[in-house]
């Protein structure tokens, strides 16, 4: 596969296509277990990844659509049933390029309604899957155009959403299916692609089915550092060949980890991608703390537990100050009532999100 395969092969015939219509989709957001942080040429990664699908925070995006003139793309966007201006000049880049790969988009007028399960101040990135959605919505179309009548999606169209998503912020390639997916080209993955995200296709233990992801909300306010601007900084980073070597081989060392349920390990991984990742921001330049003192306090508290109790529960960040607390299901009793007890405190104003690994994209109408 490489990116012509996504080009539309037959033209498609417009005269019979409907004058307007909508599509509905979910898709959900993820949290990396291996850390995607550094690209090159148009969203490719620098580093494969891997993340668990979450099962409850995701977008609702309803896309309705009316023929016009082919001429420039043309839509509005709403938040929540409020037109949100400030959303479009990301829609506005995603368009342009996703154009080779969806032609049909300039000879519609599009209205964008979109709805995220956790709140809007939440400090939880809603672009991948908001993305997700979004490209879902446009191969569900696609595919209507072409004269199909099912609405069930093929592999090769859930392939072309990742695609399409990865294309509007890298991570939304992972947000298309569930429970884990590599987004990423890597030696030890049968079929992983730079291009779009794939299921993990191995076997995986039963000690990581339905993992569960407790969001701590510690910094709900404006992300300090853009992802576009945290990419970037990977670029001369003086350690940032390190680092994807060391993404690759915590994802290669993932492999058996998952298979045998060998909990220890994977806890070690996971908590030194996210470290590492807030390493290398503050090791850029400009050098960025995105941790706060209620997330250390939320790490030093889950070591505690671990350390007394043998519970393997553990931490990981995005590039932010929020705490993901993973842990497997058959702890969730005790799991939750530590969180509850110890780590509410350090939340802003208590919020945390009880989440646990999802299985994808799902359509919502028609
Ligand atoms: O998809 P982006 O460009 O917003 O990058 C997200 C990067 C991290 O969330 C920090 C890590 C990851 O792999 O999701």
């Not at 390029?97 to 809007?120: A, G, Q």
């Not at 030194?272 to 921001?281: D, N």
Request: charged fraction near 20%; hydrophobic fraction near 40%; glycine fraction near 8%.
């Amino acid at each position: 596969m490489n990116e012509a395969s996504f080009i539309p092969k037959t033209p498609y015939e417009d005269s019979y296509w409907p004058s307007h219509g909508s599509i509905g989709f979910q898709a959900p957001s993820n949290i990396a277990l291996v850390k995607y942080w550094g690209k090159h040429g148009l969203q490719l990664p620098m580093n494969a990844s891997l993340s668990f699908t979450l099962g409850r925070c995701h977008t609702q995006t309803v896309l309705s659509f009316s023929k016009k003139e082919k001429g420039a793309v043309d839509f509005d966007v709403f938040l929540n049933g409020t037109k949100t201006p400030s959303f479009a000049p990301k829609i506005q880049v995603f368009f342009e390029r996703i154009e080779p790969y969806v032609p049909f988009l300039k000879s519609f007028r599009f209205v964008i309604e979109t709805h995220n399960s956790f709140p809007h101040s939440s400090g939880i990135a809603s672009s991948a899957s908001g993305m997700g959605a979004l490209a879902m919505c446009l191969v569900a179309m696609e595919q209507r155009l072409q004269g199909s009548t099912t609405t069930k999606l093929s592999i090769e169209a859930l392939q072309k959403a990742s695609f399409l998503a990865r294309l509007g912020s890298g991570s939304a390639a992972r947000s298309i299916e569930g429970p884990l997916v590599v987004w990423g080209k890597h030696a030890a993955i049968e079929k992983s692609s730079d291009l779009y995200g794939t299921v993990y296709p191995y076997e995986v233990h039963p000690n990581f089915e339905n993992y569960q992801d407790a969001i701590l909300l510690v910094d709900t306010g404006v992300k300090q550092v853009s992802s576009t601007v945290g990419h970037g900084l990977m670029q001369g980073h003086p350690y940032a060949d390190q680092r994807f070597r060391q993404a690759n081989d915590h994802l290669g060392k993932l492999v058996p980890i998952l298979r045998s349920g060998d909990l220890e390990s994977f806890v070690a991984i996971v908590e030194s991608e996210a470290l590492s990742l807030h390493a290398m921001m503050l090791t850029s330049q400009p050098y960025f703390v995105l941790m706060q003192p209620n997330t250390l306090e939320i790490i030093n508290r889950i070591w505690v537990y671990r350390r007394e109790t043998g519970v393997q529960v553990c931490f990981t960040l995005d590039a932010g100050a929020n705490v993901h607390v993973l842990y497997p299901e058959n702890e969730k009793e005790s799991v939750q009532k530590f969180i509850a007890s110890e780590l509410e405190p350090f939340c802003k104003e208590g919020k945390y999100i009880l989440d646990h690994a999802g299985l994808g994209a799902q359509r919502l109408l028609p």
